[in-house]
């Protein structure tokens, strides 16, 4: 059996940022499973500047933000990053299953932090599942990791910050995006994002819907239609567009999976993506031995990932260090900063479901409870 | 296809390797998963549904959504959207759920 | 309308234009910045401080366009992209605007390109002046487009001849 003071399941920019905010407050084993070969998560495909503060990586591209974490933890022995390693399991005694290098390991660390991320949604629709129907951000990991071309002339459903980025980051590779799409009567996304691709002349058609999906063996073309205020069809609008490539970019339901398996209450809240852990105002859930960060605790943006994870892992070493006061100073910084990022009219919603969710208040039941659960 | 000319980034492939698919030749890059690969090389088409065997392809590209299971060196259920290509590596299209006696 | 479209409605481009004298005075950079996003790079980007500093990283961008000299250093600075600087008297004839540019290959200086609107639509010809590329520019380009004086208050982007 393995010990450790922190275990960070994740190292997308919430792990990577727990682990190094965990070091610097004195942490001195602390493990950090990755379940690719590489560190980043979806930091690596981020290719435009990044919003929010400019002492959080503002104007920095997300591909450099991974690498300044990656740099520094090279200097760092104490954080045991493993690439390839894939969390299997939360047992019963907080023991974390994991396997690496074709072996089957367990860990029992004093506290965990799930930064496990998330995954794309997807839209029911005839043939959705014919190949060349990709997530917004299995476009995106194809293009800016593999440099791989995923079409030749592509529909993108849905018009948030997702759609447009990647509507955008396909223009770049010189690809044809014939129109982004968006049920509702409003672009989602920040208005400079769909500019820029308004400019670059590409359409964006609001209460628009995607009918059926045609073709054999692959994606050959789309047909779309119009929806009205309430969501209904609208009868002869329908309107077929020779595609290869559909991209959702419809949302992302956090992974909590192994925050299931940790006993911790969860609570359904919409306007964080779905079914995530009740946690305080720390990031502690249920279970006092774990800590939820990033998108696994509600879908936000990569800063928020960035400070959550600070904040979780100033928690958790709070728990194990002796008595100090300058935790709680870093933390009341941290909170600060996430609130700023958050007060905006943009952050509304995340407000919203944050507070839900802390207070278990108007959430969503919890879907997972068990009779042996005390 | 691959992207040569970007604005961003800058994609240093290395030497080229290459794997079967189906008995047949495909080039690759190292660092490449064995979906991207297949990909570049026009093939999108990676498996087929089991009971009514429709053409599926992925669709998460990173391991979440298991659409893209096939057999890798005579291992069944390999994400190949995840596992990097090895030189001489044998990836062939999965038939039902794998059969897991013929793991060495 | 911009929620709906991605274009901003007249009046709000109206709103952020500096008056005609400063306009006809020199170079100047405006935002097209019309929504309260947690941003607050441009600020941090101007070697004057002619931009207000941010109480809030929520706030719209305020430029003192008196102070502005039209540097354009703010212009590869914006995440969004959303910064242009104007110069209606370049020329006797022409005015240019100088637009952040994100893709490959880059113009050649002298190119006479198509000139596009805030819709993606062509609006006539410019002719790229210069392409301003260096390293403190973090890959994101600066093209000064030379056009008709009215054109100025409505190109905002180009593509080539052949596309």
């Not at chain 1, 299997?88 to 994991?98: A, F, P, T």
């Not at chain 3, 234009?17 to 405006?30: D, N, T």
Request: with cysteine; proline share 4%.
């Amino acid at each position: 059996m393995q010990k450790c003071e922190l275990a960070i399941v994740g190292g997308g920019p919430a792990g990577l940022a727990a682990a190094l905010k965990a070091r610097e407050v004195g942490l001195e084993e602390i493990y950090l499973l990755e379940r690719d070969n590489f560190l980043g998560g979806q930091l690596v495909k981020q290719t435009h500047q990044f919003f929010g503060s400019h002492k959080q990586f503002a104007g920095i591209r997300g591909i450099d933000i991974a690498e300044k974490f990656k740099d520094k933890l090279e200097d760092r022995p104490e954080i045991k990053a493993l690439k390839g390693a894939v969390a299997q399991g939360y047992y019963e005694d907080d023991v974390l299953g994991y396997s690496y290098r074709d072996k089957f390991f367990k860990l029992k660390p004093e506290k965990t932090i799930l930064a496990t991320g998330a995954s794309e949604k997807m839209l029911s629709f005839p043939n959705n599942d014919l190949p060349g129907i990709y997530g917004a951000g299995a476009v995106q990991t194809l293009m800016n990791q593999y440099g791989i071309v995923p079409g030749e002339k592509i529909l993108m459903i849905g018009a948030g910050n997702i759609g447009l980025i990647v509507a955008y980051q396909l223009l770049q590779a010189g690809i044809e995006v014939k129109a982004v799409i968006e049920a509702t009567g409003r672009i989602g996304g920040y208005a400079v994002h769909a500019s820029k691709i308004r400019r670059a002349g590409i359409p964006i058609l609001t209460y628009h819907t995607i009918k059926e999906a045609r073709g054999n063996e692959e994606v050959e073309a789309v047909v779309i239609q119009q929806l009205d205020e309430d969501w209904q069809t609208v009868p002869g609008t329908e309107q077929e567009m020779a595609v290869d490539t559909i991209c959702l970019a419809v949302g992302l339901t956090p992974k909590v999976d192994l925050a299931i398996q940790a006993n911790c209450q969860m609570a359904y809240v919409a306007e964080l993506g779905g079914d995530v852990p009740v946690r305080d105002k720390n990031l502690q859930t249920s279970n006092p031995r774990v800590y939820i960060a990033g998108d696994s605790a509600g879908i936000e943006e990569a800063t928020a990932a960035i400070l959550e994870g600070e904040l979780a892992a100033a928690g958790a070493a709070a728990d194990i260090l002796p008595e100090g006061s300058a935790i709680d100073r870093e933390r009341a910084e941290i909170k600060e900063k996430l609130a700023d990022l958050r007060r905006g009219p943009v952050g509304e919603h995340i407000r919203r479901g944050l507070t839900r969710v802390r207070r278990n208040q108007n959430a969503g039941r919890d879907r997972y409870t068990r009779s042996w659960k005390s | 296809m691959r992207i040569k000319d970007h604005p961003i980034l800058e994609f240093k492939r290395g030497e080229k390797i290459t794997f079967s698919y189906n008995g047949k030749k495909i080039s690759a890059y190292p660092g490449e998963t064995i979906a991207s690969a297949l990909h570049a090389a026009g093939i999108r088409k990676l498996t087929h549904s089991q009971k009514h065997q429709r053409p599926r392809g992925f669709f998460c590209a990173i391991g979440n959504c298991s659409s893209c299971l096939m057999v890798v060196d005579g291992e069944p259920n390999v994400k190949t959207c995840v596992v990097e290509v090895q030189e001489d590596m044998v990836v062939e299209e999965q038939q039902g759920k794998g059969d897991l006696s013929a793991k060495v | 309308m911009l929620e709906e479209t991605g274009i901003p409605e007249a009046g709000k481009v109206e709103a952020s234009l500096p008056s005609w004298e400063r306009l006809e005075q020199g170079p100047v950079a405006i935002f097209e910045c019309f929504t309260e996003i947690p941003c607050d790079p441009c600020y941090y980007s101007c070697p004057i401080e002619a931009i207000e500093e941010f109480h809030d990283i929520n706030d719209l961008p305020e430029l003192d366009f008196d102070r502005c000299t039209g540097c354009g250093q703010c212009i590869a600075n914006c995440p969004g992209l959303a910064i242009f600087v104007l110069d209606y008297n370049y020329s006797k004839e022409e005015g240019v605007v100088r637009v952040p540019y994100e893709y490959t290959p880059l113009p050649e200086e002298g190119e006479i390109v198509q000139a596009l609107n805030r819709a993606g639509e062509v609006v006539g010809e410019a002719r790229v002046e210069k392409v301003q590329n260096a390293e403190r520019q973090d890959r994101t380009a600066v093209v000064w487009l030379a056009v008709s004086k009215e054109q100025v208050l409505t190109v905002r982007n180009f593509k080539r001849m052949e596309d």
